[in-house]
Structure formats: structure tokens, C-alpha cells
């Protein structure tokens, strides 16, 4: 069993070796459980570590000419690629 110590946020580190063990990376999602006492953890959703090459041709810009980043619908292109994960 390992303690860890809780930041003034409420914020803790879960220990290197339970994350490899759990596979958890960054993005995963936790619940957590209240138990009488006890807190449980579950990992409710992983997520694959990517790379930024791999996000390569996913905005797409529907205009010609001249591009501007605000030509992009950021939230929608993730959107669309957290919907295609499920």
C-alpha cells in the first residue's frame, strides 16, 4: 500500500507503478466512489497517448484563398474525433 499527500487543490499523485498498472495515461478518466469510509477509484474511460503528427489533416477549411486559424472549428474537429473514438 503507498500513501500519497493531498495538495491545498485536493489534488493528488496516483503512483507511477499504479498507473502503468492501470494503464492510466493522461485523459483518462476516474470515478470515484464513496464507500462508508473508503474511496474507490475506477478507470471509467482510457485514453490512447497520441502524437501531434497523427492530428495531421484533421481541420479542415472549407474555404480558398487565404486561411486563418479562425477559419478552423477547433471544438468541432475534436468533437468529431471524440465521437469517432466511442
Known amino acids: ?3 500519497v499527500t493531498v495538495s ?3 489534488q493528488v499523485v496516483i ?3 499504479i498507473r ?3 494503464a492510466i495515461t493522461p ?3 476516474l470515478e470515484f466512489i464513496l464507500e462508508g469510509n473508503a474511496l474507490r477509484v475506477e478507470v471509467k474511460r482510457r485514453v490512447q497517448p497520441s502524437l501531434p503528427e497523427e ?3 484533421m481541420l479542415v477549411c472549407k474555404k ?3 486561411r486563418r486559424l479562425s477559419d478552423f472549428d477547433v471544438a468541432e474537429a475534436m ?3 471524440r465521437d469517432d473514438r466511442d
Do not use: S, V
Open 79 to 81: 468533437r468529431e474525433m
Open 8 to 10: 491545498e487543490k485536493g
Open 15 to 17: 503512483p507511477a507503478d
Open 27 to 29: 485523459g483518462c478518466q
Open 1 to 3: 500500500m503507498q500513501t
Open 55 to 57: 492530428g495531421y489533416g
Open 64 to 66: 480558398t484563398g487565404e
Open 20 to 22: 502503468r498498472r492501470l
